[in-house]
């Protein structure tokens, strides 16, 4: 019987074995003598199970059914754009087990889902995500242990994303200065210049923006630890706040720092002409604005690599990681993993880490001070 706790969560989890197959599962609580009870609850409904004396009548539904219920569980506590990508990968689902009943859900079927969306091009990322999402249905009737221990992940390299050198950030902005989409230049540069997500910038209000202590407060984020997190502003993207926020006199705070817009070509056949603005709503996005610029600029990358970028320099300058990892809105559970994901170190940072470690040894000092002399 073991019951125990992941690191940085306050819930309880339990795993047992039986028959050869591992159960892993959330006891839900925080209470170490609950999870123990719970834990025996439910070995004896897998041994009730195995040997026919159980049956899940819950679970005797069709998958399509079962995870439109557990979108409508599960939608107020999300945020909009996860709910969507939850939605997205349900749609998914449904092409290959539409028809199934949950209970004839097995580990063949979900081998046979990952070969097929492989076969449609779809990123191992994506297939775990859905796979993910799948797991988590199955999880609410008591199912994924069942077939957990034959499911395989798909590997996912670490090092999806990449830092920019300085002269491609300089190309890349060139190309966005001359953007028919005004904000691009501001959004990319503070992208840089803060490592905010995308939807960080993008969903900005300006009372958000402190500009007598130089400072931005994060709305909603990715993560809880990122949501409210308060970021320093050093002087060049307080220098673009300000230019950014003399194009709106008559802002308020309410308003979004970047609202949606409709642009043409003024006269001169450079400058972005701004016939419409709405304040209220923000930018859609800058993908087309953005992918015209990266091609322009002969810059291969993603927008999400400028946090990248933001990241790895912090730490060749020597930032600790504690701090990296509070400006970045990470928690302490991923901090690791994005440790290896986002340091991208380049070999001038390894060398001077590493002669460290030589400066520290005894007698260096002396042998330094026997040189100077000489």
Same mark, same amino acid.
């Given at each position: 019987? #073991? ?10 989890w ?26 025996r ?5 897998v ?9 899940n ?5 069709l ?11 599960k ?8 709910y969507?990508?939850a ?60 077939v ?20 491609e ?38 009372r958000?923006?402190d ?9 909603? #984020? ?10 320093s ?11 950014w926020?003399?194009?709106f ?22 400058i ?8 209220e ?10 992918t ?21 320099r ?8 504690a701090?990296v990892?509070?400006?970045?809105g ?17 070999? #001038? ?17 002396k042998?330094e001070?026997a040189?100077?002399?000489?």
């Amino acid at each position: 019987m #073991s019951v125990f706790q992941r690191p940085g969560r306050k819930t309880w989890w339990f795993e047992f074995e039986y028959r050869g197959r591992r159960y892993r599962e959330s006891a839900g609580t925080r209470s170490k003598t609950l999870a123990i009870e719970i834990e025996r609850k439910r070995r004896r409904e897998v041994e009730e199970s195995v040997h026919g004396l159980r049956q899940n009548r819950d679970a005797a539904i069709l998958f399509p059914v079962a995870a439109a219920e557990w979108l409508a569980l599960k939608k107020p506590g999300w945020a909009a754009k996860t709910y969507v990508n939850a939605k997205t990968d349900v749609t998914h689902l449904k092409q290959s087990l539409g028809k199934l009943l949950l209970t004839d859900i097995t580990d063949r079927e979900i081998a046979s889902y990952q070969a097929h969306r492989h076969g449609e091009q779809a990123s191992n990322k994506t297939i775990n995500n859905e796979v993910g999402t799948l797991r988590a249905i199955l999880r609410r009737y008591r199912l994924w242990a069942q077939v957990a221990p034959d499911v395989r992940t798909l590997r996912v390299p670490e090092d999806a994303g990449r830092a920019l050198a300085r002269e491609e950030e300089e190309r890349l902005l060139r190309a966005c200065a001359s953007s028919r989409s005004r904000s691009l230049w501001p959004a990319v540069t503070l992208a840089l210049q803060t490592g905010l997500r995308h939807d960080e910038l993008r969903l900005l209000r300006w009372r958000q923006i402190d500009f007598d202590n130089s400072a931005v407060t994060v709305g909603q #984020s990715k993560t809880t630890h990122g949501t409210g997190r308060s970021v320093s502003l050093n002087g060049r993207a307080v220098k673009v706040f300000t230019e950014w926020a003399r194009e709106f006199p008559n802002r308020r705070p309410s308003h979004y720092v970047f609202p949606s817009e409709k642009v043409g070509v003024a006269t001169d056949g450079r400058i972005p002409a701004v016939f419409d603005t709405n304040p209220e709503q923000p930018i859609g996005s800058w993908r087309v604005a953005w992918t015209t610029a990266r091609r322009r600029a002969g810059v291969t990358c993603r927008f999400h690599d400028l946090r990248h970028t933001t990241v790895t320099r912090l730490l060749e300058l020597g930032v600790p990681f504690a701090v990296v990892a509070t400006i970045m809105g990470w928690s302490p559970a991923t901090s690791v993993r994005m440790a290896k994901r986002y340091g991208h170190i380049g070999p #001038s940072a390894q060398r001077e880490a590493m002669a460290l470690l030589e400066r520290a040894e005894p007698g260096a000092k002396k042998q330094e001070k026997a040189a100077t002399v000489q």
